[in-house]
Nanobody
Framework: QVQLVESGGGLVQAGGSLRLSCAAS????????AGWFRQAPGKEREFVAA????????LSSDSVKGRFTISRDNAKSMVYLQMNSLKPQDTAVYYC?????????????????WGPGTQVTVSS
């Protein structure tokens, strides 16, 4: 059983940056895809970015493309989300997730393990 714990969330002004981290433990992390999703109040959880097991292939949603970058360090069992040029509409709880499969995916059903989430608030 794998466990995921996110960190790095907080309050930031519009235009600022944050780096989210996700620490994984409990299984061979490098064999699984990893992704970030977010959920704003009253909205569905939505895809943000994903990476392949090796980190050489990534996907990102249109809303964050060019601003957010996902990366991973398998030696440390870590996944990161670098968020630049933040906007108030990026305010949400951000979740890290992993799932079986080598390729990145934007589909929630492709992920079977989720962290508890970290709050990101962007003020205008």
């Amino acid at each position: 059983q794998v466990q995921l714990v996110e960190s790095g969330g907080g309050l930031v002004q519009a235009g600022g940056s944050l780096r989210l981290s996700c620490a994984a433990s409990g299984r061979t992390f490098s064999n699984y895809r990893a992704g970030w999703f977010r959920q704003a109040p009253g909205k569905e959880r939505e895809f943000v970015a994903a990476t392949s097991w090796s980190g050489d292939s990534t996907l990102s949603s249109d809303s964050v493309k060019g601003r957010f970058t996902i990366s991973r360090d398998n030696a440390k069992s870590m996944v990161y989300l670098q968020m630049n040029s933040l906007k108030p509409q990026d305010t949400a709880v951000y979740y890290c997730a992993t799932g079986r499969g080598s390729r990145p995916s934007s589909r929630r059903v492709e992920y079977d393990t989720w962290g508890p989430g970290t709050q990101v608030t962007v003020s205008s």
